[in-house]
């Protein structure tokens, strides 16, 4: 039976995510389709900015900007800076570049793209940590 995912609702979006970062790891293993990876790592990390600003009592904004979503979180709480600044410094132009034919492509940079990836990973991490424990579950 189909189940009814809610925008409002981050543990939606985390679960998203989750399964997304599956496949992302799957192809990045195997270096298969670097530039739909990258577009897809940031297009998984504006979700987790979403999940986290919508945990924090935002409304639910429909934007791609990565820059934007980084600012309005980091309005709200710091203690994320660290891990969010650098990723979305990093992947703020792919979902746009790889996507779309235009722009001048890089030359894949598999490692560099396995490192964001594991660093995405994390910070799904932290998030679903966070939102659990606001539903009162132990973590």
């Known amino acids: 039976m189909p189940r009814k995912t809610d925008a409002d609702n981050p543990a939606d979006w ?3 995510v ?3 970062l599956e496949g992302l790891h799957l192809l990045a293993g195997r270096q298969i389709s670097y530039f739909m990876c990258r577009g897809k790592l940031a297009e998984v990390l504006e979700k987790i ?3 986290e600003l919508i945990r924090s009592g935002w409304a639910l904004v429909k934007t791609h900007d990565l820059r934007w979503l980084a600012g309005a979180l980091l309005e709200r709480d710091q203690s994320l800076a660290a891990q969010i600044k650098p990723l979305c410094e990093a992947l703020a132009e792919a ?3 790889d ?3 235009g722009f001048d492509l890089d030359d894949p940079d598999w490692p ?3 490192a964001k990836l594991a660093a995405v990973t994390a910070l799904c991490a932290e998030v679903k940590r966070r939102i659990e424990r606001g539903r009162g579950n132990p973590s």
């Open 112 to 114: 560099d793209l396995r």
């Open 49 to 51: 900015l979403k999940a």
């Open 14 to 16: 985390i679960a998203i």
């Open 99 to 101: 996507r779309y034919a």
């Open 95 to 97: 979902y746009y570049l």
């Open 18 to 20: 989750e399964s997304d």
